[in-house]
């Protein structure tokens, strides 16, 4: 039996720096009613505020790749989540719109560079054949944290205030920094409790010698050009994803008159799916690859399939009233369209290992711009229409354009990483 000790703590800190990731970002919309209350925003303003994220977050997405890839990803996410904690607590103490805009466009800074430097973290310590669980498990607890956000967020504002619970939370997330910054380093040979047989399951290019670093610069052109397909199959997933982690809670509040905790416990059992979906994705994924080896089948087919799957359990929401059958249809097109995030996470991995986290802040880039985009849409249907539902017709039109990007990708050609930056693509290793 392999000792895996060093291996399974760094995916403890990453499971659970997932989780915080998506606590601190979605708990605005659990306390939504009580700020825009307070405040006195309109439904168009609060779709405002909660895309002021986004801008943020799709600027720092490449940025905060190319410092992973360049510094590694211990002292990136040390400097992201410092940055996450202070605007969770700052969000305690908004008075204005302007002021809610701005702490959660700095939220954005923050949080920006964290799910590029965790895919570095990844393919530093997880041989190839593993990504696809460690990827799909780590996602995983982001949608546990969506799930458990809205109780939690909840309790907080029951017992305490909507303002209290932010800084309740920003304190909890600070207990992680401490975790990550004694217990993770950028390379498995630079800790100290790694075994042989750990390394020996790495491939010898990621288990390299402590305080290597990446000098080479960054072919952009054919980075772009490589992972433009990807990023624009993410957009048409985070166009859906965006609906969900801004307005899930409202919708259950609202469209049927719920209370807040009513409200919370429907919001959370639909993202309860996103936590099985997760996983299942890259377990699916791996088990694809390992039986075919083909890239194309376990990430662009995979992709695709769960996308129509989404899409078609999306159109009960649109065409009925009926709250069992709205609930279940919702929970099940998140549970597939979260399938697809294992999958798409591997393409950078698969496609320019050696600029991995540049390239995952690419394709995260594409889900940001339609965080911008999206929230502050559903909030102008919405009070244009009256239809708590209307917005859902444009997540399925995009999921089936997704579907068919999704074979754009061809995550079995590599990008050439030889120091002449030769032009051709080479084929991605097989198991």
């Known amino acids: 039996m392999l000792r895996l000790r060093a291996t399974t703590r760094v995916f403890a800190l990453l499971c659970g720096l997932s989780f915080l990731l998506y606590l601190d970002r979605v708990n605005l919309s659990t306390a939504a009613p009580f700020v825009q209350k307070e405040l006195g925003l309109s439904n168009t303003e609060l779709g405002i505020a909660f895309s002021a994220f986004a801008y943020s977050y799709l600027v720092t997405q490449i940025i905060g790749g190319v ?25 305690g ?4 719109l302007a002021s809610l805009f701005a702490v959660r466009l700095a939220l954005g800074i923050g949080e920006g560079a964290a799910l590029p430097a965790a895919a570095r973290a990844i393919i530093n310590w997880f041989p190839v054949d593993k990504r696809g669980l460690a990827q799909g498990v780590t996602h995983s607890f982001s949608r546990f944290g969506n799930a458990v956000a809205p109780p939690i967020i909840a309790a907080l504002i029951t017992v305490t205030s909507w303002r209290a619970s932010f800084i309740i939370v920003g304190i909890g997330t600070a207990v992680w920094l401490v975790f990550w910054y004694g217990g993770f380093r950028d390379h498995p040979r630079e800790d100290r409790a790694i075994t042989k047989a750990e390394l020996d399951r790495l491939p010898p290019e990621t288990a390299v010698a402590p305080g290597s670093t990446r000098r080479d610069p960054i072919p952009w052109r054919r980075l772009l050009k490589r992972i433009a397909p990807s990023a624009a199959v993410y957009f048409c997933y985070g166009w859906t994803g965006w609906l969900y982690f801004t307005w899930l809670p409202s919708f259950f509040l609202h469209a049927y008159n719920y209370n807040l905790k009513s ?15 997760d996983a ?4 699916v994924a791996d088990r694809i690859f390992r039986r075919t080896g083909s890239l194309t089948k376990s990430r662009s087919a995979l992709i695709a399939a769960t996308f129509v799957a989404s899409a078609v359990c999306l159109i009960p929401v649109v065409v009925s009233d009926n709250l069992p059958v709205m609930t279940l249809a919702l929970s099940a097109a ?19 290992p050696a600029y991995a986290g540049t390239a995952s802040g690419i394709i995260n880039a594409g889900a940001a711009v ?9 909030g102008l249907i919405i ?4 239809s708590w539902t209307a917005p859902f017709v444009g997540s399925v039109v995009l999921l ?6 999704a074979f754009t990708i061809r995550p079995e050609l590599q990008l050439a990483a030889d120091g002449d930056m030769a032009e051709d693509a080479v084929p991605a290793a097989a198991p």
Request: aromatic share 14%.
């Open 93 to 96: 103490f908004v008075g204005s």
């Open 370 to 378: 339609a965080g911008i985009a999206s929230p502050i849409l559903f």
């Open 400 to 405: 089936l354009v997704g579907a068919a990007l």
């Open 280 to 283: 299942l994705g890259g377990i």
């Open 334 to 352: 998140f549970f597939f369209i979260e399938m697809s995030i294992a999958p798409i996470w591997l393409v950078p991995m698969d496609v320019a």
């Open 263 to 277: 409200s919370a416990v429907f919001a959370s059992g639909v993202f309860f799916a996103g936590v099985a979906g």
């Open 383 to 386: 009070d244009r229409t009256g």
């Open 67 to 91: 410092i992973a890839d360049k510094f590694g990803p211990r002292w990136t996410l040390i400097g992201c989540v410092a940055i996450w904690i202070v605007t969770t607590i700052a969000t």
